[in-house]
């Protein structure tokens, strides 16, 4: 059975500057499996808004969580419907078989609760561990994705700050976690990064082919590529200013996202959601209102 075909169609995307992505490196990577920060990593961390490691899970994860997405988009878990389709693939969509709308969904979210083996990465102790250290407090994982951006259609994510998104409490400590699942690269669109941009604060961002930040704030001369093997991890600051190329190339690059943040930072009531987004829209802007990563 095919997952029903929700209207969760990506609605942005557009041409862009591919200047935007002319990195000028790439990212050095450290070692893994990552058990703990260091201090000399989390002076890193602190000082470039992100980790990158080589290898984070184990190769039996990775094919699990290939087969576990593959379940979701099959429509093998009753009850899931957070899947958004690329918004190319709109008019063909009635018509696609199976493989063809494997190849064209753009996004999974909030699926951790419907299938084990990405819930049991999502709540592995040893990446929890990681999540605690350098938050500073317990974390509790607030927003899960997979994002697969499809070989030849995938859109660019433009560049942006994550908390942007995220109604938690203003000012608290967000880390998220980028798994790659396929060997990633500036062609099939891996991460982009700006170091130490995070410790400037919130940008604010607009509705133009996404919600992002304005192009010209973009500081193009710092952008350092994140090419990653599978299993490697982009571990980063929620103020971060990253963004990812369109996916020019013929092969798959799926990645699973995860964002945690201290415990007493996520919203438990209506009010408080409602209070730390006018906090969110003031500082980010209001084109905001109804965004999802
Ligand atoms: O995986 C991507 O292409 C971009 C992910 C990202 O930055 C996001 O969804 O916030």
Redesign the pocket.
Known sequence: MVAELAEQIDPHGGDYDPELYRPEGSAETVAGPLTSVSAELRRQYGADGFLAVDTLISEDRVTGAVAGIDRLISGGAPGFRGIQWEGSVRARLPELDLEQRRRSVR?LVYYVDHEPRLHAIAHDPAILGLAAELLGAEPELFAD?A?L?PPGI?RE?PW?Q?VA?FDVRPGAPVV?L?IALDGTDPDN?C?HVIPGSHRAGPVPHFNRRDFQLCDTDVDRRRVIAVPLQPAGCLIFDGLLH???PRNASDRR?W?L?FHYAPAEAIWRSREERAAYKERRLAVFGGDGLDVT?
């Open positions: 996004k994705q994002l951006k995938g994510k942006h994550d998104y998220g980028w669109g991460m990253h963004g990812t690059r990645a996202q990563c």
